[in-house]
């Protein structure tokens, strides 16, 4: 699939030969996210427990659950995960927008918003009538893409995620 912009030259369901870039890529993204906003080692801790090789290989094949990746590639050099974005089914008719992650240099391009289009189709497929995400409370930038693209605020949570951390968000939802 032709992702529609500059950035990116394709987007395509998470493949084997794809996982050690995509965690390369979520390195680069966390950081630069987080690192202002989060405690010191909590970014490692969050990207042990979600970006692992175990845990990127069980959306391979899953049916109940999805991982989209927004690959450039330019020249003879090889190709590079620029974005990606995963989900699952939470019931029959409800989804959870698990990640959106975009490199900084692709920020504003349009990337983030072809990734949310997939991510809303992938939920529709599933046969779901609402998504739902949840979006820690200092991070402004993915709040108005969220706000932009229909999302409103429905809750807070706060959430123990092991070695001390904890994940103080809002959760955000809209009908798929
Ligand atoms: C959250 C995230 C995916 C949003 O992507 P983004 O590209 O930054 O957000 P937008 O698509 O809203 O674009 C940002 C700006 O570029 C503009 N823009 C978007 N597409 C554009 C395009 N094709 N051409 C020109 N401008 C564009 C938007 O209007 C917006 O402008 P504004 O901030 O002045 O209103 C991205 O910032 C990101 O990966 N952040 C780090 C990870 C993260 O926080 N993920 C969410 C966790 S809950």
């Known amino acids: ?26 390195v680069r993204v966390w950081h630069a996210a987080y690192d202002a906003l989060l405690p010191a080692g909590q970014v490692e801790h969050m990207l042990a427990q979600r970006n692992s090789v175990a845990a990127l290989e069980s959306y391979l094949g899953a049916v109940d659950r999805w991982f989209d990746v927004a ?13 990606y974005t995963s989900g699952r089914l939470t019931s029959p008719t409800s989804a959870r927008l698990e990640q ?20 809303m189709s992938r939920a529709e497929d599933a046969g779901a009538e609402r998504i739902d995400l949840t979006v820690n409370k200092a ?15 429905v809750d807070e949570v706060i959430t123990d995620i092991g070695n001390g951390f904890v994940m103080d968000d809002y959760v955000w939802a809209r009908p798929v």
């Open 139 to 153: 991070n402004l930038r993915a709040q108005r893409f969220y706000a932009r693209n229909g999302f409103a605020l």
């Open 71 to 83: 690959l450039r590639q330019s020249g003879s050099a090889a190709t590079e995960v620029v974005g």
């Open 100 to 119: 959106i992650y975009v490199v900084p240099d692709c920020w504003g391009s349009g990337l983030a918003q072809a990734l949310l289009d997939r991510a």
């Open 1 to 26: 699939m032709t992702a529609g912009t500059g950035c990116a030259t394709a987007i395509e369901g998470l493949r084997p030969d794809l996982v050690v870039p995509t965690q390369k890529c979520a």
